[in-house]
């Protein structure tokens, strides 16, 4: 399994912006798809964004579209989320997960099967 570990969460006003890394110490990380997700209580966990082994594609949940950008670096082994405009509902704690498998693309559909710990990301309005 992939270990993940997850920074750059606090605390911002509404509008303003964060930036979340997700570092991997998988020495094949090139391979894997990554995805970011959020858990507020009581709600289910739900998928953010996600990038594909390549970086070549990305997928974004509708709520995010246009405010949120995912990205990585396969040569230092992270990937990062990009948050601007952030919103209260966008509240949280973010999570990057691996695909489970080699080579694939990252969307909302695809299996993760390992997950960072995660790091609170609060909104205040």
């Known amino acids: 399994q992939v270990q993940l570990v997850e920074s750059g969460g606090g605390l911002v006003q509404a509008g303003g912006s964060l930036r979340l890394s997700c570092a991997a110490s998988e020495r094949t990380f090139s391979s894997y798809a990554m995805g970011w997700f959020r858990q507020t209580p009581g709600k289910e966990r739900e998928f953010v964004a996600g990038?594909?082994?390549?970086?070549?594609?990305?997928y974004y949940a509708d709520s995010v579209k246009g405010r949120f950008t995912i990205s990585r670096d396969n040569a230092k082994n992270t990937v990062s989320l990009q948050m601007n405009s952030l919103k209260p509902e966008d509240t949280g704690v973010y999570s990057c997960?691996?695909?489970?498998?080699?080579?694939?693309?990252?969307?909302?559909?695809?299996?993760?099967?390992?997950w960072g710990l995660g790091t609170q990301v609060t909104v205040s309005s």
């Open positions: 990038i594909s082994w390549s970086g070549r594609s990305t």
């Open positions: 997960a691996a695909e489970t498998t080699h080579y694939g693309l990252g969307h909302h559909g695809s299996d993760f099967g390992s």
